[in-house]
């Protein structure tokens, strides 16, 4: 999926056409993260969410050019599944051949929206995780709990891959993940191991990673199929 999309956005490139959609369903946002855009700029987060009828008349324009099926991105600065007809949004670009994607803090994949997220036809879901242990990620991610965000990923990683799903998670754990930080996430990957239709990418610094190397630290993240 994703070395597809890569050649879909060189391929448009080249034909002088967009090589590819961002759309926003949400700029609704349930968290009030110090370093968002919206805070920082206006003291306000918006709270304007695109209904699917618009959505779905914004694809069908976009599908009027012959042979252009450019990969879409469902992210902004609110939360996708602020808004409940994300899922469809995916599920009516999906269905019409183009590579769908979108970044969410995961406050909102319950149950219902993992089942519906797996139905959706979907390339890449990024999951955000700023942290490797409550105090740190709700120190970024205000008004989110660490403990119901890591038991949303967890079932939906369960709940993907039994069916042939094709869907690259990617789990990104940022900011720069400091030394402690590191060791916590290298003892909650002991004995794990990522599934391998998962990605888990984790973000350091250069003198960071060099310690982490040293203590062994960077092994055991990598042994549990991180990145």
């Known amino acids: 999926g994703v070395i597809r999309r890569y050649w879909r956005q060189w391929r448009y490139g080249r034909a002088e056409l967009p090589a590819s959609w961002l ?10 993260c110090p370093y968002c855009a919206s805070l920082q ?20 324009t976009l599908l009027r050019e012959p042979g252009y099926r450019p990969p879409v991105d ?29 970044s969410t803090n995961a406050t909102q994949l319950g149950e219902d929206r993992r089942a519906a997220l797996l139905d959706a036809g979907l ?20 008004g989110a709990s660490f403990a119901d965000v890591t038991r949303n990923i967890a ?9 042939g799903d094709k869907l690259d998670v990617v789990v990104f754990a940022a900011p720069q993940l400091s030394l402690m930080e ?36 960077t092994h055991r993240i990598e042994r549990a199929g991180a990145i």
């Open 155 to 163: 079932a939906f990683c369960r709940s993907y891959g039994g069916g």
């Open 74 to 102: 469902l992210t902004g600065l609110g939360e996708p599944l602020m808004n409940p007809d994300t899922p469809g949004m995916a599920r009516y670009a999906s269905e019409r051949g183009l590579a769908v994607s979108f």
């Open 23 to 32: 759309i926003e369903p949400s700029a609704a946002c349930n968290l009030r």
């Open 182 to 217: 590191l060791q916590t996430l290298a003892g909650l990957l002991d004995g794990v191991e990522i599934n391998p239709q998962t990605a888990m990418l984790v973000a350091t610094s250069p003198e960071i990673k060099a310690a982490a190397d040293r203590l062994g630290l």
């Open 123 to 142: 390339e890449i879901l990024i999951v955000s995780l700023d942290g490797a242990s409550a105090e740190t990620y709700e120190r970024h991610r205000i």
């Open 41 to 60: 700029t206006t003291g306000k987060v918006p709270t304007g969410r695109m209904p699917l009828d618009r959505f779905a008349a914004l694809i069908d």
